[in-house]
């Protein structure tokens, strides 16, 4: 295990993935922060990554690195070594496994770099730690402390986010009420991984006849489609917020629900951040990747197939031509496993 001066030591975490996989780096944040107090501890991530964590008090600076826009090429990158380096950093653990991650830790001049063995450019990492696979990528994460400490006793490896202060819900209409307040989040970067428009009208339908349910639809400007034929579909009211929110105040929305209805995508895990209950429905990927709720009440919608899983994102195409993964799911089964977490719910603090 390393011996690493502890009154201030400089220690970089770099994850520039996507929004999801960013906020499943916190619990490590929080292990560092409490493994050395004392720390200066710093996030290298995207811009995204730095809207939905900045004011996470575990961490003393968030660096961003915006790698498709305004730094994508050999300046930016070349920018941003220069930057890294300037803030003498003692150790690095890189969750992120990509080649452009190993080539910033390279010329980075950290003397002490953690990632996983199956990384890019693996040979530039001092100690390279087995990424475990039947883990969840929480406990995949953490591992990378091996080399560094122990966990402490007690620690409890919980998602976090910060949520914007005096967050209300009337800035988006919502008034009080006391029927569950249900979001949707039927986007996903990967076009598989989307439950039809179809199913998510049908069981809007369901939870708002039999439940009164108030249903939010939420995502990003990429899923103003989607989101957009599941209002017209339904036929009964429903609240689109669909980019009509910042990152933050999608984040609060959803530590307000009494229930998330979500594909395999990032707002599962700000769902798990505030343990929202989840219905979570998975299509050509599976829980076992490691990327499902996580300590939070939650039920897993699948089918069980033979071609499942077929890629490690979502392939943009069914491979075989035919969807059944995501055309046999049913509205009544996630209805089902709605009433059952429903049932179950916590009080809503509806601030």
Request: glycine residues 6%; contains cysteine; charged residues 25%.
């Amino acid at each position: 295990m390393l011996a690493l001066r502890e009154e201030r030591i400089r220690i970089l975490i770099v994850q520039t993935a996507f929004v999801g996989d960013i906020i499943l780096t916190t619990p490590l944040i929080s292990a560092l922060k409490a493994i050395y107090p004392g720390s200066y501890l710093a996030l290298l991530t995207t811009p995204a990554g730095k809207e939905a964590l900045s004011g996470l008090k575990e961490l003393d600076e968030i660096i961003s690195y915006d790698k498709r826009k305004t730094e994508k090429g050999i300046c930016g990158f070349f920018r941003k070594v220069k930057q890294i380096r300037n803030r003498k950093f003692d150790l690095a653990l890189s969750p992120h496994r990509s080649f452009r991650t190993a080539l910033i830790l390279a010329f980075s001049g950290i003397p002490v770099l953690v990632g996983f063995k199956e990384s890019s450019l693996r040979w530039i990492y001092h100690f390279r730690i087995p990424r475990q696979r039947e883990l969840h990528e929480v406990e995949r994460n953490l591992k990378l402390l091996d080399p560094v400490s122990d966990l402490p006793d007690g620690f409890d490896a919980k998602v976090k986010l910060p949520v914007p202060e005096n967050f209300d819900l009337s800035k988006f209409g919502i008034k009080t009420f006391d029927n569950p307040l249900i979001g949707f989040a039927p986007g996903s970067a990967w076009e598989t991984k989307r439950l039809p428009a179809e199913k998510y009208a049908q069981l809007a339908q369901m939870l708002i006849k039999e439940l009164g349910a108030k249903i939010l639809l939420l995502g990003d400007a990429q899923d103003q489609g989607v989101c957009e034929k599941i209002e017209k579909l339904a036929g009964v009211p429903l609240l689109n917020l669909c980019a009509k929110t910042t990152l933050p105040e999608l984040m609060g929305i959803i530590s307000k629900l009494d229930l998330l209805v979500s594909n395999d995508s990032a707002p599962v895990h700000i769902g798990s951040a505030f343990s929202i209950p989840s219905v979570v429905i998975f299509g050509p990927t599976v829980p076992e990747f490691g990327f499902g709720p996580y300590k939070n009440p939650h039920r897993i919608v699948q089918k069980q197939l033979a071609c499942r899983p077929c890629h490690h994102h979502g392939p943009r195409k069914c491979p075989e031509g035919h969807f059944k993964c995501m055309m046999e799911i049913k509205a009544e089964e996630i209805f089902s496993s709605a009433k059952e977490l429903l049932r179950e719910r916590r009080p809503r603090n509806s601030g």
